[in-house]
C-alpha cells in the first residue's frame, strides 16, 4: 500500500527469479495497467506484468490507480505521480536502483506513464525510460485511425467517447496535457521510449505521432507497430501468438536500458 494524495494505494510487487542487481539493487518498471481509466486492476494485468519482470529481468510494481467515474481527471494523475515519487524515495527499502527506475503501461496505463515523464522531467524524479503501448495521448480523437473500417471493433471510437466522458470533468480537459500528454509543447529531455501501437487500434496513429514527435525532439525512440492487432491484443498471450512477441519485444528492451 503506497501513501496517495486521498488515502493509500494499492500496488502489486513482482520479482522474476532471474533478476539483475547490482550491489543488491535493481532496476524497476513502475507500471499503470489499461482500461480507458474507469475498468481495470491489479489482477486484469497480473499477466502482463508477470511475463514483463521476466523478460525483462526487473522488479515490476503494478498501481492500482483511482478510477472514474467516482473520481474524475486528475485523480489517476495524481495516484500515479504519487505512486513514482514513493517508490523513488524508498528505492533502497524496495532493492531498487533509482537510477534504473521506468514507467509504463498500456491504453490508459500508457497515457498515465506518458505523464509522469513528462511531469518528471519538470520536478523529478529521474526517470530511466518509457514504455507506452498503444498509449492514449490525444482527447482530440481526430487521427484518421479513429474512422477506419478495420479499426471498428472490441476499442470503438464510441467506446473512447464513452470512456473520455466517464473521465475527464468537461471539454476543457481535453486540451490539458495531464490528459492529453499530445498538448505539451516540447517534449525534449524526456527519458527513452519504447512505443508499441496496433494497426486495427483507433489509437494507433496518436501514438505513432507521440512517437515521431518524441523521435523529432532528440528522445531516443524504439517505435513498433502490429499490422492487424487490435486494442488491448498484449493481454491476450493464451490465443495471439503476437502478444508475447510484443511483451518479449519490450523486456529486449528493458534489459538493453542498463
Known sequence: M???PAGLIPARLYKPLALRQADGLSPCLVFF????????DLDSHDVVCRTLAHEGQLIVISVDYRLAPEHKFPAAVDDAIAATDWISQNARDLKIDDAQLIVGGDSAGGNLAAVVSINARDAGPRIAGQVLIYPATDFSMSHPSHSEPETDALLTHSVIRWFRDHYLNSAADCEDWRASPACVKHLSGLPPAFILTAGAD???DEGDQFAKRLSEAGVPVVHRMYPGQFHGFITMGKLLPKANDALRKVGDWLKSLG
Not at 33 to 40: A, D, T
Request: charged share 5%.
Open 202 to 204: 483507433p489509437l494507433r
Open 33 to 40: 495497467h489499461g482500461g480507458g481509466w474507469v475498468i481495470g
Open 2 to 4: 503506497i501513501p496517495g
